[in-house]
């Protein structure tokens, strides 16, 4: 038997098997590990007889007036309080933080040159210059009239629909 | 350590009409378990004058948690399981502290060591040296982790059974077994070194 299981099992039984004392008689380390604990054990029972102090007189009636005037201390539902209103709480602050951000943060940027916004912008570009050309075309206006006109149309363009 | 048990029923009732928010139906429950709380509170605690303090902390927490208490297991165990972690956060939080030792012990405690010393020596220890090593029982809980002197708290000074503890602790039996030898072992490697020459030579 190891040294270990047969000191656990006298600590647990303070008994001996034929076993356990055989092993117990032939280790000197066991022996005394386990005298050790013998009067360890016998002066740690000796501690319960130290007088336990007694509630003092009005205890309760203390006790139960501090939870009727507290109850907002320790309310009935502060499991609830305390499991899932934290949480609500802390989603709410993450969700302030990143409005926070997005409202500080430049306007320009990684942030938002993404190229979701980028597409869009030269989409919206592009359906401006059809546009454009379009009613150039079924209009007709003068080519003088286009010097004076945005950068987007290009004067060959123009020329080309006319 | 002997606790008169509230009828059944009757402590169900009283549980009841708490979870229902009567508060009034918690006096009941609190002189029914006080003495049982002074008393785990005291063992593992052992600073006489803050006992009241946790104890009445304790059943403020016990109140505010009854909503959450569903009889699995009994009312005394739901209750003795709050005590103990309210205690455990007590003792990390003080840590670095010491406790009662013989010399701060109450004189009716003291008078009741040294009978207890004065009986039949054990192992070959004579009455000196037995009150030597009582005296270093309480040092070497005060000096032990707070996992520790819960556990051998529970064993040795309340005298609960393994069953009992892992109720409490909410623990298996066999970790509770396990944590126990493990703490067995630290607190006699503490013995050996907190003794010295005088008292292993007594032992």
């Not at chain 2, 785990?40 to 052992?46: D, G, N, P």
């Not at chain 2, 005590?83 to 030792?101: E, K, T």
């Amino acid at each position: 038997m190891r040294c270990d299981a047969v000191r656990q099992i006298v600590e647990e039984n303070m008994t001996k098997t034929p076993a356990v004392q055989a092993h117990v008689d032939s280790c000197s380390a066991c022996k005394e590990y386990l005298r050790k604990w013998a009067a360890l054990r016998a002066s740690l029972i000796a501690l319960r007889a130290e007088e336990t102090p007694e509630p003092s007189i009005g205890f309760t009636t203390r006790l139960m007036r501090r939870l009727e005037s507290a109850p907002a201390e320790f309310p009935l539902g502060y499991q609830f309080m305390d499991q899932i209103a934290k949480r609500v709480v802390y989603a709410t602050l993450m969700v302030a933080l990143m409005l926070a951000l997005l409202l500080t943060l430049p306007p320009s940027g990684p942030i938002r040159s993404s190229g979701i916004s980028e597409s869009v912008l030269v989409q919206n570009q592009e359906v401006a210059t059809l546009a454009n050309e379009e009613v150039l075309g079924v209009d007709g206006v003068d080519i003088s009239d286009l010097q004076d006109s945005p950068p987007a149309i290009s004067n060959t363009e123009v020329r080309g629909s006319k | 350590m002997v606790h008169s048990r509230p009828d059944p029923s009757q402590e169900a009732d009283w549980i009841k009409r708490c979870q229902s928010g009567e508060t009034e139906a918690f006096a009941p429950l609190v002189d029914a378990y006080q003495r049982r709380i002074f008393s785990i509170v005291f063992h593992l605690v052992r600073r006489r004058n803050d006992v009241e303090d946790i104890v009445q902390e304790i059943f403020m927490k016990a109140f505010a948690a009854i909503g959450s208490y569903n009889s699995q297991s009994s009312f005394g165990t739901w209750l003795n399981r709050i005590a103990v972690n309210h205690c455990y956060d007590y003792l990390r939080r003080q840590r670095s502290s010491r406790v009662s030792y013989f010399w701060e012990m109450s004189e009716e405690g003291q008078r009741q060591i040294e009978s207890h010393s004065q009986s039949p020596a054990e192992g070959g220890l004579d009455s000196a040296e037995k009150l030597a090593v009582d005296d270093l029982a309480g040092k070497l809980l005060a000096r032990a982790p707070a996992e520790d002197r819960v556990i051998l708290t529970l064993k040795e000074l309340e005298d609960r059974s393994v069953e009992e503890i892992s109720e409490i602790l909410g623990l298996k039996l066999s970790t509770v077994k396990v944590r126990l030898h493990r703490a067995r072992k630290r607190m006699i490697k503490d013995f050996e070194k907190l003794a010295g020459g005088t008292v292993n030579h007594a032992v």
